[in-house]
T-cell receptor, first 113, second 111 residues
Framework: DAGVTQSPTHLIKTRGQHVTLRCSPISGHKSVSWYQQVLGQGPQFIFQYYEKEERGRGNFPDRFSARQFPNYSSELNVNALLLGDSALYLCASSLVGSTDTQYFGPGTRLTVL | GEDVEQSLFLSVREGDSSVINCTYTDSSSTYLYWYKQEPGAGLQLLTY?????DMKQDQRLTVLLNKKDKHLSLRIADTQTGDSAIYFC???????????FGQGTTLQVKP
């Protein structure tokens, strides 16, 4: 069975641009969560979506947004990129939202110049 | 509050046991997790323990939970060079849907 997939693998943007990251959950999983991992730190929670609705949001500015599609895949959008947005963005999928084990994808490495 | 603390670095010799420690703060956490991250990769789920358990063993991995002290440990028996990675402890506060991670412990295994 395919695990969590994310695209693209790597991305380079400049300050002020916007970016869209994509995630496909494990087949049968209905919840997707997004995390930001800055170099040298543990992942920080950004969003959780379950059944296409936002179920949780971390302490991130409104420049960060996400959505979940009917096939349970998800997009994370970041507007007006800052140098500090450079990080590994991780997507995790779980069966349902608030209680199930989360399985992570390989991540998208975003570099903002 | 929500906070998870781990020591930053551990070095062991191949064949020895490794013990990685973690403290957490949220007593509502139903599950506690250990994830492994190799360079440039995502997080691999290693194991987890339910909060009403004291110990869980899974092949070379042993997880110990002291709920009173909010202390979690991961023991890796017969540590191999392939175990070299960053290990993250994470709490999962009840009904929040979010994992709270520590800063990670880098395990270095010397031949």
């Amino acid at each position: 069975d395919a695990g969590v997939t994310q695209s693209p693998t790597h991305l380079i943007k400049t300050r002020g641009q916007h970016v869209t990251l994509r995630c496909s959950p494990i087949s049968g999983h209905k919840s997707v969560s997004w995390y930001q991992q800055v170099l040298g730190q543990g992942p920080q929670f950004i969003f959780q979506y379950y059944e296409k609705e936002e179920r949780g949001r971390g302490n991130f500015p409104d420049r960060f947004s996400a959505r979940q599609f009917p096939n349970y895949s998800s997009e994370l959008n970041v507007n007006a990129l800052l140098l500090g947005d450079s990080a590994l963005y991780l997507c995790a999928s779980s069966l349902v939202g608030s209680t199930d084990t989360q399985y992570f994808g390989p991540g998208t490495r975003l570099t903002v110049l | 509050g929500e906070d998870v603390e781990q020591s930053l670095f551990l070095s062991v010799r191949e064949g020895d046991s490794s013990v990685i420690n973690c403290t957490y703060t949220d007593s509502s956490s139903t599950y506690l997790y250990w994830y492994k991250q190799e360079p440039g990769a995502g997080l691999q789920l290693l194991t987890y323990i339910f909060s009403n358990m004291d110990m869980k063993q899974d092949q070379r991995l042993t997880v110990l939970l002291n709920k009173k002290d909010k202390h979690l440990s991961l023991r890796i028996a017969d540590t191999q060079t392939g175990d070299s990675a960053i290990y993250f402890c994470a709490e999962f506060p009840s009904n929040t849907g979010k994992l709270i991670f520590g800063q990670g412990t880098t395990l270095q295994v010397k031949p």
